[in-house]
């Protein structure tokens, strides 16, 4: 339902004025916090606050969400002005729907003021802490899993300095909170990780060590703590003007959160919660004893795709994913990706056909309401390739199988990192080792950039870069994508 646009700011006292259908479920303020969330982006506000919500409305608790932002002070800023009320637009080539969403109880921003953000860690009340916050903020080596300390974690870890770091603020709340006899307590992180749950247990274990924790404490982390593991799935673009206007639209009201995603959505969740959590699958979250198979599946066979996608379509000149999944012969590219390698190089979940799942993935990525830009998707590659095409390479080559169409995506990302469209136009490398990438990139053949692609044995296990067929078809793909660019190199694969 479309509403005249007011110039009034989204707020407790707009409610009234807001269409009935786009009203909270949930008034903020009304429910008592039970949740430290870190990472307050997009993502959040459209998947696990959505659920929450849901969640609270149809069972109760006391499950309200203090929102953490690490450093995104603006944003902090405009969810306090607006009593911590945002919405979600839902796009579909049909319709849009858009909805006001109170599970937030309060905001706070980390690098304000770290010492707050470990208090609530610490307090009682709060039992649930879900994470956010992009896989490079793990400190892990995207090639082993271990902890890789930088100088702000390491002074995190080993001074009385404010933390600064993601695993930092974790290690000193459980400190305060084991201090404060404050009770269990789970980390759930809901980033694209595999084994998420696993990994944040062993990041929280190492820093623990670093740290030089007394083994008290060290046991009550690990009779007291949960690390459930989880798998998130909700296609949700980074806001635009476009999205603020929209929402505008719909509510009659500004709202500066406003956030927009696709319908589908899935949580899965490991039931290991020792502090008690909400009702999650009274909306529709799928609780279970293991995670595993359901996050294998999402981050190869719709995660990997998604960067296939971004990297192919940003060098043909694409603005959005759903752009580049238009290009010829891309779809079919992708589908051979899917039932050659990816399905081939793990279990799905029991009932699920990875092909088929592929389907719906294709369609999901094909929604012309999503605009999801390509550029986003190709962001923090040496972060996300690791998990979303190496293990499948890695799980195929211990079956004696080979990985032509992966091999594709690698050759795809080298050839984005060496900066231009096919048509010349500069294309930005956002890489926490951007640096290194380029240079790498930039060597004088397609076969010297994959081995020095390879030598990078941060993001490439030495494992896989010794693989002489996969660095031949890698190669064979980069000089197609040089010498042809990706319309022609396409055409010429299937």
């Not at 933390?163 to 992180?189: E, F, N, Q």
């Not at 990041?203 to 459930?228: E, I, K, N, R």
């Amino acid at each position: 339902m479309a509403v005249t646009v007011g110039a009034s700011r989204l707020d407790l006292g707009a409610l009234r004025r807001l269409p009935a259908e786009a009203r909270p479920l949930v008034r903020p303020g009304t429910v008592s916090a039970g949740i430290v969330h870190l990472g307050l982006g997009a993502f959040h506000r459209a998947h696990q606050a959505v659920y929450t919500e849901q969640a609270l409305a149809l069972a109760g608790g006391d499950w309200g969400i203090v929102g953490v932002a690490p450093r995104n002070a603006d944003l902090v800023r405009i969810l306090a002005a607006q009593d911590n009320l945002f919405s979600v637009s839902t796009l579909s080539a049909a319709d849009r729907h858009t909805r006001v969403v109170g599970a937030l109880a309060d905001v706070r921003l980390a690098a304000a003021d770290p010492h707050a953000v470990v208090a609530l860690l610490a307090d009682p009340a709060i039992r649930v802490v879900t994470l956010t916050v992009t896989e490079k903020a793990y400190q892990l080596d995207p090639a082993g899993g271990t902890l890789r300390p930088d100088p702000a974690l390491v002074a995190d870890l080993t001074t009385d300095r404010p933390p600064a770091t993601v695993p930092g603020l974790l290690v000193r709340g459980l400190l305060a909170r084991h201090a404060a006899d404050a009770g269990p307590i789970a980390l759930v992180s809901c980033d694209n990780l595999p084994a998420n749950g696993r990994r944040l247990r062993g990041l929280v274990s190492q820093a623990l060590a670093y740290a030089g924790t007394p083994q008290p404490v060290v046991d009550w982390v690990g009779a007291q703590v949960g690390f459930p593991g989880t798998m998130v799935d909700r296609i949700v673009p980074a806001s635009t003007p476009d999205t603020l206007a929209a929402a505008r639209h719909a509510l009659g009201v500004e709202d500066l959160a406003a956030v927009a995603a696709e319908p589908y959505a899935q949580w899965v969740v490991e039931n290991d919660f020792p502090g008690g959590r909400p009702a999650w699958e009274r909306a529709g979250a799928v609780l279970c004893a293991d995670a595993g198979p359901w996050e294998r599946l999402k981050l190869r066979a719709l995660n990997g795709v998604h960067s296939a996608t971004a990297y192919l379509g940003a060098l043909a000149g694409c603005e959005t994913i759903a752009d580049a999944l238009a290009l010829p012969h891309l779809a079919t590219v992708l589908r051979r990706l899917l039932a050659e390698d990816v399905a081939a190089s793990f279990t799905p979940p029991d009932g699920v056909d990875v092909v088929d799942y592929g389907e719906q993935v294709l369609a999901r990525f094909g929604n012309p309401a999503i605009r999801h830009r390509t550029l986003q998707v190709a962001m923090d590659g040496s972060q996300k390739l690791p998990q979303r095409i190496l293990h499948t390479i890695a799980d195929l080559r211990a079956a004696g199988r080979p990985a032509r169409w992966a091999a594709l995506v690698l050759a795809a990302w080298i050839r984005f990192a060496q900066g231009s469209t096919d048509d010349g136009r500069p294309l930005p490398l956002d890489d926490p080792l951007a640096e290194q990438i380029q240079s790498a990139a930039a060597a004088a053949s397609p076969a010297d950039a994959v081995a020095a692609i390879f030598a990078l044995d941060e993001i490439v296990p030495p494992e896989i870069a010794a693989d002489a067929q996969l660095h031949a078809d890698v190669t064979a793909w980069l000089t197609d994508l040089t010498h042809h660019g990706v319309p022609p190199t396409l055409a010429g694969a299937v």
